[in-house]
Nanobody, 124 residues
């Protein structure tokens, strides 16, 4: 059974940092791209960052470019999202997800397994 479990969310002041982790099991995740999405109240779920298999290519949404860093440790079956210089507009539930493709995917429907989400709240 494939499982993704996020951790590391919480409440932080604007300008602060958080590191999200996503531990995966039940699959050889090193072969597949992974992504971090977020969903704020009343808004659609959006792709924030993604990483290809082998960490060859990364993608960032314009809104987080230069502030967030995605990485993966395939030995630990874990993907990370380092979030710096956080802003109130970063407040959302953050989800990790995996796709059955090795290359980065941009559409939600290309991701086949999802974590339960972790809340990130940035106060002003």
């Amino acid at each position: 059974q494939v499982q993704l479990v996020e951790s590391g969310g919480g409440l932080v002041q604007a300008g602060g940092s958080l590191r999200l982790s996503c531990a995966a099991s039940g699959r050889t995740f090193s072969n597949y791209a992974m992504g971090w999405f977020r969903q704020a109240p009343g808004k659609e779920r959006e792709l924030v960052a993604a990483i290809s298999y082998g960490s060859y290519i990364t993608y960032y949404a314009d809104s987080v470019k230069g502030r967030f860093t995605i990485s993966r440790d395939d030995a630990k079956n874990t993907v990370y999202l380092q979030m710096n210089s956080l802003k109130p507009e970063d407040t959302a539930v953050y989800y990790c997800a995996t796709t059955h493709y090795g290359s980065i995917r941009f559409k939600i429907e290309d991701y086949d397994y999802w974590g339960q989400g972790t809340q990130v709240t940035v106060s002003s």
